[in-house]
């Protein structure tokens, strides 16, 4: 099958009028299947670890059919990849009629449970991809863009917001990254619920310092999430 010259087999049947529907309709719901199915394959499977040859065995269609929507391997993994990127961006902007601290703890266990759920597309995203694949490093800086973003509007009501303020919250989402990555790599505990706590303290904390530095900034009303606070040690003086 050439590539963009020849439609897949399975819309080249039937009355002509089902035909036009069917070059309408049926290539974005088929795309959007086998990235579905993408999704499955690698959401543990490293990339080099499945074949063209295994993707469509275990998708059930013609390897012609992948090429035909994908073009190639690469190209298929990074629209699986991009999807997973929508769905991470999605699950940050859910729910904004929630209060505060509800919300920040379902956005934050959200994104636990993907990783969980989906932990190779999740390192991708967040570690970069295949090698130095420089399209997956683009996905990856424009889903924390957009995460950071999400974050300051659920904060602040605004997504432009100073310098300083923004820098904690590249901060915490890093944070965040490297905590699931750990987590990932250690599942056995603590528990999703531990580290979402974890993770939500942290955030509250690194709020109520912006707004010490950033007066047009100020911590908002996160009722049931309490900052940690620093306990002296022995012999250390806290300043």
Request: hydrophobic letters at 40%; one cysteine or more; glycine letters at 10%.
């Amino acid at each position: 099958m050439r590539q963009g010259s020849e439609l897949p087999e399975d819309l080249t049947e039937g009355p002509p009028d089902d035909i036009r529907r069917a070059t309408a309709e049926q290539p974005r719901g088929r795309r959007a299947e086998l990235i579905a199915v993408g999704r499955k394959l690698f959401a543990h499977t490293p990339y080099d670890a499945l074949s063209m040859d295994d993707i469509a065995r275990q998708a059930g269609v013609a390897k012609g059919l992948i090429y035909y929507y994908f073009a190639s391997k690469r190209g298929y993994y990074l629209a699986i990849v991009e999807d997973s990127v929508a769905g991470l961006v999605s699950r940050a902007r859910d729910r904004t009629e929630l209060p505060g601290a509800e919300r920040v703890r379902r956005t934050v266990d959200g994104y636990l449970r993907y990783a969980q759920n989906n932990g190779a597309a999740f390192r991708t995203i967040t570690s970069g991809g295949v090698g130095f694949d420089p399209e997956v490093q683009s996905l990856r800086d424009s889903v924390r863009e957009e995460l950071t973003a999400a974050i300051a509007e659920g904060a602040y009501g605004t997504r432009e917001i100073p310098p300083t303020a923004r820098l904690a919250l590249v901060g915490w989402l890093g944070s965040v990254e490297q905590i699931a990555l750990e987590w990932l790599a250690h599942p056995a505990e603590p528990g999703r619920e531990q580290v979402c706590e974890l993770l939500t303290r942290l955030l509250a904390a690194t709020l109520a310092t912006v707004g010490e530095f950033e007066p047009g900034c100020p911590c908002p009303p996160l009722e049931g999430i309490a900052p940690p606070v620093p306990k002296a040690l022995p012999g250390v003086l806290l300043l």
